[in-house]
């Protein structure tokens, strides 16, 4: 019997995909555990797994298509003691028969309009397009019902809009973007004649830009900042890098940083909480999520129980993780969950910033470059390395006085480097 291979929820959040590329075609022999497809969620490009061996036996979603949902079904495969070659030809044939009567009246006709008249008759009053034919034609005011398709069944398909030309839909075109809030708000951007060129955004950039406005928009922000000096941890780390070079383990800044943060989260556990509407839920262990600039958009791996590891085994495990973050390979349990997060721009010289809550978290801490400032030792002005750190605080879990003192134990414990060992 034939399997249906759907689309995977290839995360607990996910609810739709992209499936951005196929790496097997109808007629190839799949065994478990050979690579299917390429499929873009909300955070990565993931690659899909067969599970079953056999015969792909039809491909129902083309690859680039957008907006797949959970459980649509996107491929068949015939198992191994079946013929796979009977299964797909009474569906091509029943697919093929009508096709020809409906490009036999208008193919003496070389203008467009007759073809794109004639197409919707197979398809009735429902127009049938691919998702990312529907944002194509929205984009550019095209009217979908008067455009041929030549996918499955007539199907409208990227490459019947790509090339349409929207003078050839204009009496629609204004009702399409009336009908679409999505398809309007492009519109409210003026033109003023500026050289340009439009980027498509990828499902991670759509969900970073919802995210953070939800974030903006929904979670009352407090800052809190605080100047620490490094001195102390740069000679630390001097010496640790000369101690575990036989290892191969180099430590950075940002490795100690996350230590202390989940060291600071641990010894003032109010601020290691995340609200949660009618509940306040505090965690037992520190989750550091750590941003990373990755080529389709920035991703947050975390260090799992950060506070309890060693700042060799922390700085192996982030390079591992920042490796997999810029290659697209995080699995969703590298990325998903983390109970604060932390942010470094000091590599740019950036000197201050702050940063958005990343939700359901409660915290996130902005850390900016260590530079020599003058500074007040022990009463006298000297000259320090210093670095500016701001924490931004969910006020509806945490009180300015609770983030006040865990940017105080982050503090100290930065500037006591020691304690980052015990």
Not at 62 to 88: F, L, N, R, Y
Not at 273 to 283: N, Q
């Amino acid at each position: 019997m034939p399997v249906s291979i759907k689309m995977p929820a290839l995360s607990p959040t996910m609810e739709e995909g992209t499936l951005a590329r196929w790496l097997v075609k109808v007629g190839d022999t799949v065994a478990s555990g050979d690579i299917l497809a390429e499929i873009e969620t909300d955070k990565a490009t993931m690659e899909f797994e067969a599970v079953d061996e056999g015969t792909v036996l039809s491909i129902d979603v083309a690859e680039g298509s957008e907006g797949v949902k959970v459980g649509t079904v996107i491929a068949t495969i015939a198992s191994e003691d079946e013929d796979a070659t009977p299964a797909p030809a009474p569906a091509a044939k029943a697919e093929a028969a009508p096709a020809p009567k409906v490009e036999a009246a208008p193919a003496p006709a070389a203008p467009a309009a007759p073809v794109a008249a004639a197409a919707p008759a197979p398809r009735g009053d429902r127009v049938i397009a691919t998702p990312l034919a529907k944002r194509i034609a929205a984009d550019k005011g095209l009217d979908l019902a008067a455009i041929h398709g030549t996918g499955p069944n007539g199907r409208i398909v990227k490459a019947d809009v790509s090339d349409a030309k929207p003078a050839a839909a204009a009496p629609a075109a204004a009702p399409v973007a009336a009908a679409s809030a999505p398809a309007a708000a492009p519109a409210s951007i003026p033109d003023f004649g500026i050289p340009y060129e439009a980027t498509k955004l990828n499902n991670v950039r759509k969900t970073i830009a919802r995210r953070l406005t939800e974030a903006k928009q929904t979670i009352p922000h407090i800052y809190l900042t605080v100047d620490i000096r490094l001195d102390a941890l740069l000679k630390l780390r001097a010496e640790l890098n000369k101690a575990l070079e036989v290892q191969g383990v180099k430590l950075s800044v940002n490795d100690l940083i996350i230590k202390a943060l989940a060291k600071a989260l641990l010894i003032v556990p109010k601020c290691n909480v995340s609200f949660a509407g009618d509940e306040l839920r505090s965690y037992a262990r520190a989750d550091i999520s750590v941003a990373v600039a990755a080529p389709s958009g920035l991703i947050t791996p975390i260090i799992v129980d950060a506070g309890n590891k060693s700042v060799s085994a922390i700085a192996t495990e982030m390079k591992a993780l920042a490796n997999k973050a810029r290659e697209g390979k995080l699995q969703p349990h590298e990325y998903q969950g983390g109970t604060a997060s932390l942010s470094n721009l000091g590599m740019f010289g950036i000197k201050q910033f702050d940063a958005v809550i990343n939700p359901p978290q409660a915290m996130i801490l902005a850390v900016g470059a260590g530079e020599q400032r003058p500074y007040v030792i022990d009463g006298a002005l000297a000259v320090a390395t210093v670095m500016s750190a701001t924490g931004s605080f969910d006020h509806r879990a945490i009180d300015g006085a609770d983030g006040a003192e865990l940017m105080s134990a982050l503090k100290t414990l930065i500037e006591n480097p020691l304690g980052l060992l015990a």
